[in-house]
């Protein structure tokens, strides 16, 4: 072996020689703090989110080959990267140099909003074009299946991408009557010539170097490459207990998250013998350091269909590159797709190890790491040896998890039959599962009792019975679920007796109707359309207004040029900061011990409440809340202290050593229904009344009652919370540079009032948001309070202590009449807050104003309470309290119509409001768009015919089921306050003719400054390239308003529109005296004259009241009116979904920017899509969340968009008091993804009818595969023991 070796690779063509490498150093960090190649953004850290995605190239001295494969930063070494390439962002293109054709694409197509997640997506697509130039749809969904974004909702992206794919143009993009949101013919041509060549230098010592392992010492790891077999063996007797690390995707996130460590490291280079491939008469050896990419490109031509199936959905593209088969096999994971399959197909393992070869069995004994059967000190595995399958032998796999692709399976299975020659009898069975237990199970008992019993109705039974009895769950196992878990077990086994039944045509009742349990879900490649206004032909061609412009970061969020909080430059001295959080839900603090935090190197200091005497607590809403706790907990996750140090990685080893001692508290109060038996509030009830609601139960024809809990969400912004401090030296100055959403309230309410020093000292800076959607509001301005340093929070920590949208139970009482008509409603609403009030009361009030979303109830009483428990405090999520109040009042417009026998959209329609009327707090509303949107919905989605094929489809097929709904919006806009909705701006003209805009709004990735933008360019006549924003605050415009409400470019705009007009005022006669000159001889003549150029701008604010005593005001400023049709199917076997159409209508006034507002839309959609399907939070009986990284949280990813994605908009109206007659589109189709919601619950029904369960179907949201196969009740639900409630703990419980 070398001594300490260097470390040579090429990052963008350029050499990088590492002499004194860290091997603790993941690719990621060095990158973005090493090189300063900023563009790879840290989202995750743990291979979920894709963000970190950079191209990896190798070259192979043997077959002469290059192999390019993306692959996350965040979990490769660096030490793995000896003489590969890797490719960044900065190194596809730039817009110094030249942009590269995905990077234009992207942009133009609208395909960022945010821009956080975009350098990832250009990389996975790039990556895809220099192996395939022109990909397949498939390859372009795979290639983006291990990137999730927040905002766009995936479709421009996909738009964008398949430009480059090899299909017709009808394909595309279906024509449609409405302008193009971009245009394809500006696009640059591909050129694979252009692309950045293999460095010559790596491939030249790829051939000539001497292959001699090379080894990485450094302060606590020693990482050791050997390069040929003979030298790994000697590594692994040396240290034995150094983990074989290949993909790192295993032991990278133990290391990262659990606290694993392993002072050696070995990781094989290139060594032959671990990527053959050889394929023999009776099977296929494959070596155990191909990557799972690798294998399943093998596979294609192979027939492994089941094995090709898992690999399909296993991870994303980046990991699947970069795992490896053998790392696979010997993680043992409970949840391993591949090991269930392998188990059953009888493969062999072929280990080695200085005293030999030997081979052993992939069976139980090894996945259950028994020690007579696992791979022994000092032996390494080396190929996989996978049988062919023999004549009348069936091998199948199956699987089902929170999300179609990129999620951990919940339950998955192998399974095969050998029946050998002579028909139908059983020879062989093997039954393996995951997900289950704490390792793969295999259902050998099960298997052994089957054997010889012919493949038949009563071997199916008895094998359910079997394998229930076998896999036996208790009812807290780890993961929850277990109803659905144990559900899952036989009705897997059902789809292989059907799909084995059908090969050997025996089934008896096999029928079409039964064999829809085989299918596939509905799948087809992407397509959607975009219908929006076009402007006003007598318009300007120079004035941008109403035109689909390009997000003005488009290209810099492509090129990863745009800058982030942390991609700013690392400062001199600069120290950082990690918080130590509570781990307990109630309890007091007995003691914390610092000393051994405090003696580690490099930590300077720990904050706790001490050094915050005085101002550790702040009147939030009218309710104390407390930066730091260090008497009595209240929830999971409360900040105690901070410790700072001069690294990011000491400052969080250090935060692991503080010592705390608890003496937990009752009660302990959690869940919604605990806090009402606690009478547990934060102030009193909220309440709204309209008529008589008494009077009118008197005369209703029927009374329904019933409730709908709904769970929580994350905010899932891609950027996780960020801060940098930088005292300035001088006059106790500082500036923060903070991703928040609110500026003001950091510099006023928390840094200033913290160093106790006034305002105008601190000023607060926002160039750019990593997407916000109202977690970044007071949450960061607690934790900016704290913060003297730079500070990320992990999406972990983030998740854990930032809270987010507020789980709700609602209760419902209404009155009708058998046609349909609501006469009466009492709702009652119950937040749940967490441990302080944040602004779940606003939240209440905000869902209870909207509770009547499109609806004119004539009588109604609306109350709600916000929650005090011991969870983490919730706070605003884009739609603040509406996409649960509107949630509520769908729901039991659903059962009233289920009641009366009517299709629920009927019953929708008749109680809407028509025309003019008055919302239940007297606000006069107009609902004619309401109407519009409702009909234009229910034409372009075809909505009756499709009604009819559903119902066709539904009866021809017994385990599928499809389902179409429709919901209206009415979404009120105003934040109920003038003062609240004031906003100013600054503009200055400079004297080349160039022009500065600044204003209070944040962007976010909504694009608010593009908009501002197209307003200075309107309004002063000028082209928009003249005009530049450098970002938000608090220097230039003083004293802004959060952004959030769907308000943020309105109420700006006015601002902008307002300082354009007072300038062109003050320059209209210097203009007018020489009409044919430029900005700049105006500039000039104007500062000749001594007229200012520089003005500020402002707008008071909407007129808005509330008075709750009376029950009446003008809360709001106008209504966003909308309606969404939507189609899915589901699998009742499975619980799975496909969300096949939707078609939204909105009327949004005249559009300033089409193509963002298009984008708001979507985006909302999919969010409140994911809100009320597959994001699930998790938390432990004692408040622990366990939901906080992608791997355990399941946004939607690209294949949970609609198949057919159809956004139009009504033709412009007016609008008369905002901007331009335009309408805020933030917030409002976050509801809209309710209609998925009710397409499930549609199809959830039509099953339960054909099984003959008539009575009423509760569903909570969110709609998750767990709770669409439950509700599908069949032979197999009714099968399964359930667990007497209390007569165990739950993994987790509903709050
Ligand atoms: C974001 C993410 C998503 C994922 N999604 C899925 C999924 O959907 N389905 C699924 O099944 N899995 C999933 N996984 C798990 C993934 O499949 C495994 O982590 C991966 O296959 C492990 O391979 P590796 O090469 O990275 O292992 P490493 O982390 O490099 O090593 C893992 C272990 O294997 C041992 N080892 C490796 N090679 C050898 C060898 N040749 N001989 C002896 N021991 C060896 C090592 O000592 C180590 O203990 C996911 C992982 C991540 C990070
Ligand atoms: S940061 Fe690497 S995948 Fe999320
Ligand atoms: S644009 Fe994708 S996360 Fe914001």
Request: aromatic fraction near 8%; hydrophobic fraction near 40%.
């Amino acid at each position: 072996m070398d001594g300490a070796a260097e470390l040579v690779f090429c990052v963008n063509g350029r050499k990088v020689i590492e002499k004194n490498v860290d091997p603790e150093t993941m690719l990621l960090p060095y990158l973005r703090k090493k090189l300063q190649l900023t563009g790879t953004k840290y989202g995750c850290g743990g291979g979920g989110c894709g963000a970190c995605t950079v191209m990896i190239s190798r070259y192979n001295p043997i077959t002469k080959r290059i192999r390019h494969y993306p692959a996350n930063a965040c979990l490769l070494p660096i030490c793995s990267l000896h003489g590969a390439a890797v490719t960044t962002v900065e190194g596809v293109g730039s817009t110094k140099a030249r942009i590269h054709p995905v990077q234009e694409r992207i942009a133009k197509c609208h395909g960022t909003q945010c821009g956080f997640c975009t350098p990832g997506m250009v990389m996975s697509i790039y990556t895809l074009l220099r192996n395939h130039p022109e990909p397949t749809l498939d390859q372009l969904t795979d290639a983006l299946g291990g990137n999730l974004c927040r905002c766009t909702g995936y479709r421009p992206i996909i738009d964008a991408c398949k430009t480059f794919c090899k299909v017709s143009r009808h394909e595309r993009i279906i024509e449609s009557t409405s302008p193009k949101l971009f245009s394809e013919e500006e696009f640059l041509p591909l050129d694979p010539t252009q692309e950045l060549i293999f460095p010559p230098e790596l491939m030249i010592m790829a051939e000539k170097q001497p292959q001699r392992t090379r080894v990485f010492v450094g302060d606590r790891m020693t990482w050791i490459s050997p390069v040929t077999l003979k030298e790994l063996l000697e590594a692994k007797v040396k240290y034995p207990q150094a983990p074989i690390v290949m993909g790192n995707t295993s032991v990278g996130p133990e290391v990262r998250f659990k606290g694993a460590f392993h002072p050696v490291i070995i990781s094989p280079e290139c060594i032959e013998e671990l990527s053959v491939v050889n394929h023999a008469d009776d099977g296929l050896t494959l070596g155990a350091g191909l990557s799972l990419a690798q294998v399943k490109e093998i596979l294609k031509t192979q027939t492994y269909h089941a094995l090709l199936k898992h690999l399909g959905t296993l991870a994303g593209c980046q990991i699947r590159n970069m795992a490896s088969l053998g790392g696979h096999i010997v993680s043992r994971h409970l949840d391993s797709d591949l090991n269930p399959l392998l188990a059953v197909g009888n493969c062999t393992l072929n280990l080695l190890s200085k005293e030999g070869e030997r081979q052993i069995p992939l069976n139980e004994q090894f996945l259950t790491k028994c020690p007579s059967a696992d791979l022994k000190p000092g032996e390494i595995l080396v190929s996989v040896n996978i049988p062919y399958s023999r004549k009348w032998e069936f091998v199948s796999a199956f699987r089902q998890a929170q999300r179609q692709q990129n999620a951990l399976a919940i339950v998955n299975s192998g399974m095969r039959v050998f029946f050998g020659e002579g028909g139908g009898i059983i020879r062989e069975l093997s039954i393996a599962y995951g997900g289950v237990g704490p390792t793969t199970i295999c259902a050998k008992n099960s298997c052994q009792k089957l054997i010889g019993r012919p493949w038949n109705e009563e071997m199916l039974d008895a094998a359910c019975r079997l394998i229930l009895d076998e896999v036996s769950l208790p009812g807290w196992a780890p993961g929850g679920k277990v109803e659905f878990k144990r559900t899952l077990l036989i009705s897997f086994f059902f789809k292989f007796y059907l799909k084995v039944s059908q090969i050997l045509k025996t089934m008896v009742n096999g029928t079409d109707r039964v064999l829809s349990a085989l299918e596939d879900l509905h799948s087809r490649n992407h397509w959607g359309t975009s219908k929006y206004q076009d402007v006003d032909p007598k318009q300007l061609p120079q004035d941008p207004i109403g035109r689909p412009i390009m997000h003005l970061s488009g290209i810099k969020h492509t090129t990863g040029e745009a800058i982030y909080c942390d991609d700013m430059p690392v400062l001199d001295g600069e120290l950082f900061l990690a918080f130590v959080t509570s781990s307990r839900a109630h309890a007091e603090i007995v003691s914390i011990d610092l000393s051994e935090a405090l003696s580690l190197p490099g930590v300077v200091d720990i904050v706790t409440e001490e050094d915050l005497r005085g101002v550790n607590s702040f009147g939030l809403f009218g309710e104390p809340e407390k930066l730091l706790e260090t008497q009595e907990v209240s929830c999971v996750g409360q900040l105690v202290c901070a410790v700072v140090a001069d690294s990011e990685v000491q400052a969080k080893r250090a935060a692991k050593r503080v010592k705390i001692v608890y003496q937990d508290l009752e009660p302990v109060i959690l869940t919604i229904e605990e806090a009402i038996r606690h009478h547990s509030f934060f102030q009193g009830e909220r309440k709204l009344e309209y008529g008589n609601v008494d009077e009118a139960f008197k005369v209703v024809d029927q009374i329904l009652e019933g409730e709908i809990h709904m769970g929580g969400q994350e905010h899932f912004y891609m950027e996780t919370q960020s801060m940098l401090a930088v005292p300035k030296g001088e006059d106790q100055e500082m500036d923060v540079y903070v991703s928040s959403q609110f500026p003001k309230y950091i510099q006023v309410t928390w840094v200033a009032a913290t160093l106790k020093v006034p305002a105008n000292k601190i000023m607060c800076h926002v160039k750019r948001v990593g997407g916000a959607f109202g977690g970044k509001v007071t949450k960061t301005g607690i934790m900016a309070a704290i913060t003297p340093s730079p500070h990320l929070l992990q999406t972990r920590e983030d998740m854990l202590i930032t809270g987010g949208r507020h789980p709700y139970l609602g209760k419902y009482k209404a009155g009708f009449m058998n046609d349909g008509r609501i006469l009466a409603l009492d709702v009652e609403h119950y937040c749940n807050g967490g441990s302080t009030l944040d602004e779940s009361l606003f939240v209440i009030e905000i869902g209870l104003l909207k509770v009547d979303n499109a609806y004119k109830f004539p009588n109604l009483r609306f109350r709600g309470w916000a929650c005090r428990t011991n969870l983490p405090s919730n706070t605003a999520l884009r739609g603040f309290g509406f996409p649960q109040s509107g949630l509520i009042t769908e729901n039991c417009i659903t059962e009233v119509a289920a009641k009366c026998g009517l299709s629920p959209e009927k019953v929708r329609m008749m109680n809407m409001y028509k025309e003019i009327d008055q919302t239940p707090y007297k606000q006069e509303i107009d609902a004619t768009n309401l109407i519009q949107c409702w009909k234009e919905c229910m034409a372009t989605s075809s909505y009756s015919l499709r009604k009819v094929a559903v119902e066709k489809f539904n009866s021809e097929n017994y385990w599928k089921k499809k389902g179409l709904a429709m919901v209206p919006l009415k979404f009120p806009v105003g934040v109920l306050s003038t003062a609240a909705a004031q906003a100013a701006a600054l503009v200055h003209i400079y004297l080349d003719g160039s022009v500065l805009v600044t204003h209070g709004g944040i962007e976010m990735g909504q694009g608010v400054h593009t908009k501002m933008i197209q307003v200075a360019s309107r309004e002063l006549r000028m082209p928009m390239s003249n005009v530049h924003l450098r970002g938000t605050s608090t220097e230039t415009v003083p004293n802004a308003n959060v952004s959030g409400g769907s308000l943020v470019a309105d109420l700006n705009g006015l601002a902008v529109k307002d300082a354009c007009q007072t300038l062109l005022k003050r320059l209209e006669p210097i203009i007018s005296k020489n009409p044919k000159g430029t900005w700049k001889d105006w500039a000039q003549a104007a500062f000749d004259e001594s007229i200012s150029l520089s003005a500020t701008g402002y707008f008071r604010g909407y007129e808005s009241h509330m008075n709750w005593e009376t029950g009446e005001g003008h809360p709001f400023e106008y209504f966003v009116f909308g309606a969404a049709c939507s189609e899915v199917e589901i699998d009742c076997l499975t619980g799975a979904h496909k969300n096949i159409r939707t078609d939204i209508v909105m009327d949004i006034g005249h559009s300033i920017n089409p193509a963002l507002d298009v984008g708001q839309i979507e985006g909302a959609f999919i969010q409140g899509m994911g809100l009320y399907t597959i994001e699930e939070l998790k938390y432990s009986p004692q408040g622990v969340l366990y939901t906080r990284g992608p791997d355990q949280y399941k946004i939607p990813a690209v294949s949970d968009v609609p198949t057919e994605l159809h956004v139009s908009f009504l033709p412009p109206s007016q609008n008369s008091n905002t901007l331009y007659s335009s309408k805020g589109l933030g917030e409002p189709g976050v509801f809209l993804g309710c209609s998925v919601f009710f397409a499930i619950h549609d199809a959830v029904r039509a099953a339960r009818q054909e099984r003959g369960l008539l009575g009423p179907l509760k569903l909570d949201s969110p709609l998750t595969p767990e709770k669409i196969r439950m509700a599908c009740e069949d032979k197999f639900t009714k099968m399964i023991p359930r667990d007497e409630p209390g007569s165990y703990v739950p993994w987790n419980i509903p709050v």
